[in-house]
């Protein structure tokens, strides 16, 4: 996993010599256009988007904490959760910092190299999300469908061997993906029109002679992660509403845990298609920017709030912590 970056700055240092084919060069800086540069709007963005990332690191990082420290919370489902919450830090910091930084930039540029690793580290973790999603989803199947077989299902071995998968097929995939993009020509065109660099925005300013076959490469690299865990997730809830459907009341609890993972794979995956199997268009640009946002900002925000008021045992984790805090204070 740690070779994947070393192995795309080389491609990066490799690519403006091979993307010298007459008047087809790469930029070697590219202007983002994002919101409104307004001064006001600005300021009142800035506010929203360093909200968001403080509550979205924070919220995290209290997941995190709780799941390293309550005994009661080392199971599977909270070793995902787990994950979740550090994939969602990283996920969130490729994007917000660089636009907090360009708030009150004039220009809003970012270079060749920085925008290539950017579209790398949004793809991988995002690709590695997805299929932790799956992931989890197949947890809850296990657990709901077959609960007396789940302790040698869901063993820690292969709880382990599935969050590596999910590393490690969002490196891989998004490095190919990262690497194909690099090699695109843009015929001097650098103004991408979005908040930050992403595979269908950089195509749509590439030159390319060849873009319908390097859009149809990108994307079947991208839909065989996305849509494969999505139809894995889909497939995994199909027979747990079959299961609590079939057994009634006894299962209806269970799959209350279950409802605030559904929610967080509807935002997810449903923004997420939309922006990048719909065709694109100057009169869906402000509708773009916002779906973007719902599944690259707004979703790793939501995950800890989800995951805490839905779930009983976050909760009882939260109030033990504070319980045991509030007595080392007075015990001082």
């Not at 199971?75 to 994939?87: C, D, K, N, R, V």
């Not at 149809?216 to 065989?224: M, V």
């Not at 939501?302 to 109030?319: D, F, H, T």
């Amino acid at each position: 996993l740690s070779t994947c970056p070393y192995l795309l700055l080389f491609s990066l240092q490799m690519s403006p010599k091979s993307l010298q084919r007459g008047n087809l060069s790469s930029p070697t800086m590219f202007l983002l256009l994002g919101f409104s540069s307004a001064y006001r709007a600005q300021v009142t963005l800035c506010l929203c988007f360093l909200l968001i990332y403080l509550v979205t690191v924070l919220g995290n990082l209290l997941i995190l904490t709780l799941v390293w420290l309550d005994a009661h919370l080392h199971s599977p489902m909270y070793f995902f959760l787990g994950h979740l919450a550090f994939l969602d830090i990283c996920y969130s910091s490729v994007t917000l910092p660089k636009i907090l930084g360009d708030s009150f930039s004039p220009q809003k540029t970012i270079s060749f190299v920085g925008c290539i690793t950017q579209t790398y580290f949004f793809l991988c973790f995002g690709s590695s999300e997805c299929m932790l999603l799956a992931a989890m989803a197949y947890d809850r199947y296990l657990a709901i469908c077959h609960p007396l077989h789940y302790p040698a299902f869901m063993s820690r071995k292969m709880c382990h061997c599935l969050v590596a998968v999910s590393w490690l097929s969002g490196c891989f995939s998004s490095l190919i993906q990262a690497f194909l993009t690099a090699r695109l020509p843009f015929c001097g065109s650098n103004t991408i029109n979005h908040l930050f660099c992403e595979i269908p925005f950089l195509l749509k300013a590439s030159c390319s002679p060849n873009a319908p076959l390097n859009k149809a490469t990108l994307y079947a690299f991208a839909g065989t992660v996305a849509m494969g865990s999505f139809l894995l997730t889909l497939v995994s809830y199909i027979h747990i509403i079959g299961a609590v459907l079939q057994k009634g009341a006894g299962t209806q609890k269970a799959f209350a845990t279950c409802t605030s993972h559904l929610i967080v794979v509807s935002l997810f995956f449903g923004a997420g298609a939309f922006v990048y199997l719909m065709p694109h268009s100057s009169s869906s640009k402000e509708m773009d920017e916002v779906l973007t946002l719902l599944y690259a900002i707004v979703t790793p925000m939501l995950n800890p709030i989800i995951y805490s008021l839905r779930n009983s045992e976050v909760k009882g984790a939260i109030r033990k912590a504070l319980h045991r805090g509030v007595l080392q204070m007075s015990t001082k």
